[in-house]
């Protein structure tokens, strides 16, 4: 299997865009637990361990997947 550059630049770029969508998404997830914490608990505070989990892998490690495959596609 050959590697692209393009498609490693589209990867390093993903995992940037990626970084700044976990830094947004981990900062409202923290706003809505407190808030929840707050009126008494629900769901963001039962499940938060899971959730921060998830708001890390999902964008750090997809966007880099998607920029890979985006750029392999346009660039050939």
Same mark, same amino acid.
């Given at each position: 299997?050959?590697?692209?550059?393009?498609?490693?630049?589209?990867?390093?770029?993903? @995992?940037?865009?990626?970084?700044?969508?976990?830094?947004? *998404?981990?900062? @409202?997830?923290?706003?809505?637990?407190?808030?929840? &914490?707050? &009126?008494?608990?629900?769901?963001? #505070?039962?499940?938060?361990?899971? @959730?921060? &989990? *998830?708001?890390?892998?999902?964008? #750090?490690?997809?966007?880099?997947?998607?920029?890979? @495959?985006?750029?392999?596609? *346009?660039?050939?």
């Amino acid at each position: 299997m050959e590697v692209s550059i393009a498609g490693l630049i589209g990867g390093a770029i993903g @995992l940037y865009i990626g970084w700044i969508d976990y830094g947004i *998404l981990n900062g @409202l997830l923290a706003a809505m637990v407190e808030k929840q &914490k707050r &009126k008494g608990g629900g769901f963001a #505070v039962r499940f938060e361990p899971v @959730l921060r &989990k *998830l708001v890390f892998i999902l964008p #750090v490690f997809g966007f880099p997947v998607i920029g890979y @495959l985006a750029a392999w596609q *346009l660039v050939g």
